[in-house]
């Protein structure tokens, strides 16, 4: 059997946040509320994966915090209102966890390092990594996932060295074999 038909309210839904949730701005950041542009489906997809995980955690790197393009308080809009949109069409969103260190600052928490990940099976107990999947568009993504134990699913077409378990075009394309 299948392990994606085996996801039902004890599953966890992981998901990266640029180029997953958002458009990915090409060597830049989604520094404020303007430059935020939901992918095509993202909504929608929500609605399903609400209906199937029990809880969906968002985990995304924001060095452009660390580097003073922008500051928390700017992602924290951004993420607010991204959630506000996703909750008005019957989604949500349980937990974001925001790294915003420099890859260079020693011990930090960017994927793929699976901390993020811990942080979620600390703040919601119930987690089971084994039962949980990440879907990311980058290496990153994947390799945070398998770090963490995850199935991991890759979105989009970026050529990663770590393969994922399945890869769609879109989140929309994920969402709809769920139903």
Known sequence: MDWKSKIDKSWTLFLDRDGVI???LIDDYVKNLGEFEFMPGVLDAFKIFSE???RIIIVTNQQGVGKGLMTLKDVDVVHDFMVKEIEKQQGR???IYVCPQLKSDP???RKPSPRMAY???HDFPEI???KSIMIGDSNSDIE???NAGMYTILIGNEPVKTGPDDKFESLLGFAKILK
């Open 22 to 24: 958002n458009v990915r």
């Open 52 to 54: 199937k995980f029990g």
């Open 93 to 95: 969103v349980d937990k």
């Open 107 to 109: 011990d930090n928490f």
């Open 119 to 121: 942080m979620a099976k």
């Open 128 to 130: 089971d990594l084994e």
């Open 144 to 146: 945070f996932g398998r």
